[in-house]
């Protein structure tokens, strides 16, 4: 009873930090007398250059896709072989779980893919381990590259008028940045800490608190997550993790091209929002929403000059845009799931009720 009202306890403080941090980086919006933020953002969301954003969508499913298929690659060496289409649809249910239960969805995908293909849960769970370690690597070496690319707008940042116009020249004109400010290193902090937490640690975790305490499921963890060493296809696995990096980086440039504001700022600048964002979505946040939004506008003010009501804006648009591609895609891969296994049933059930007299009749015709 302790452990499950723990485990409330925690869901609740989730859910209250994201409402805060969210209630935060939406009070910055700064609107003309008379107008309300909420029109102000649908004011926004008008000037945006619908085409790329649907664009963006696409890469997103096609990053979704390609990692399926990266993840059957993994699947391989263990003796499992998955369904590319059944691996997607498990990829997108766990995306879709994770905007409702923050790292629920390794496990829930995991499940989905055993309910379709009998592949033992301890098993994937030791490939997706892989997978994130793999990813923790891309996303170390993204943060290195755009520390060095925007080293030099940083120092001149701290070095120029911007900072004392954004803090009210240090007279506390602008408690509203300060606010962020202060809110966004403690964000960033601890999205490393928990990026390099979760994915250090994750086999441990998975160990103690996700899989039962049995030798033949830390095997099973063991073997999957020790995959990567006995793939046979290693090439087209490096070119499978590296495409779905690109893809997620245009994921953000896409949107950053559909609004004016963001589409001069070029694709060293994508790059390193990306990265931001990336670093955000590691707090242990449903969907990455509060985190999202405080560090990614951070961002684009203080590196780009991007006006701070159009800067908390687009993050608010590109965020929602693709938490729906996530809820759309990954209900409908939830919804077939559960038809091919209701089908399955079915099958299963007219063998158990027929089967027999059909046998028979066979029997018969040979011997006519």
């Known amino acids: 009873m302790r452990k499950k009202s723990r485990q409330v306890l925690k869901y609740l403080l989730m859910i209250a930090v994201t ?8 009070i910055n919006i700064e609107v003309q007398e008379g107008q309300s933020k909420w029109g102000f953002l649908a004011g926004v ?34 003796g499992q072989k998955a369904n590319t ?3 997607f649809l498990s990829v997108m249910v766990g995306y879709f779980i994770n905007l409702v239960i923050p790292r629920g969805g390794e496990v829930s ?17 030791g490939t997706v381990v892989a997978e994130r370690v793999i990813d923790l690597f891309f996303l170390l070496t993204l943060i290195a590259a755009s520390f060095l690319i925007e080293l030099d707008n940083l120092l001149y940042f701290f070095q120029s008028d911007q900072i004392r116009d954004l803090t009210g020249g240090g007279n506390g004109g602008n408690s509203s940045f300060y606010w962020m400010l202060g809110v966004g290193a403690l964000v960033f902090v601890a999205g490393l800490y928990f990026l ?20 033949k499921a830390l095997r099973g963890l063991k073997s999957g997550l020790l ?5 046979e296809k290693r090439g087209l ?28 700022l070029g694709i060293f600048a994508a790059l390193t929002i990306f990265v931001i964002g990336g670093i955000a979505m590691a707090l242990p946040l449903p969907g990455g929403a509060g985190s999202f939004h405080i560090l ?67 029997s018969i015709a040979m011997e006519n």
Not at 19 to 26: E, Y
Not at 118 to 123: A, G, H, K, L, Q
């Open 45 to 78: 969301w008008k000037t945006a250059d619908k085409p790329y954003l649907f664009a963006s969508g696409v890469a997103a499913i096609l990053s979704h896709l390609v990692r399926a298929e990266r993840w059957k690659l993994l699947l391989h060496p263990v």
């Open 237 to 264: 696995f490096i070119f499978y993790s590296v495409l779905i990096w690109i893809l997620y980086y245009m994921m953000m440039y896409l949107v950053m091209l559909a609004f004016p504001e963001t589409s001069v």
């Open 85 to 87: 289409f059944h691996g």
């Open 196 to 215: 390099l937490r979760y994915f250090l640690k994750s086999r441990r975790m998975l160990t103690l608190r996700l899989m039962s305490k049995t030798r």
């Open 296 to 362: 990614v506008p951070l961002g684009l003010v203080m590196l780009y000059g991007l006006p701070q009501d159009k800067a908390v804006a687009f993050t608010f648009i590109f965020h929602g845009w693709q938490t729906l591609v996530i809820i759309i895609v990954g209900a409908i891969s939830l919804i077939l799931s559960q038809a091919i296994k209701d089908k399955e049933h079915i099958e299963v059930d007219k063998e158990k009720n027929h089967g027999p007299g059909q046998t028979g009749e066979k």
């Open 109 to 125: 995908r995991c499940y989905n893919l055993y309910r379709l293909n009998n592949t033992p849960v301890e098993i994937s769970l």
């Open 19 to 26: 409402a805060f941090l969210l209630w935060l980086s939406f």
């Open 227 to 231: 995959s990567v060493f006995r793939l």
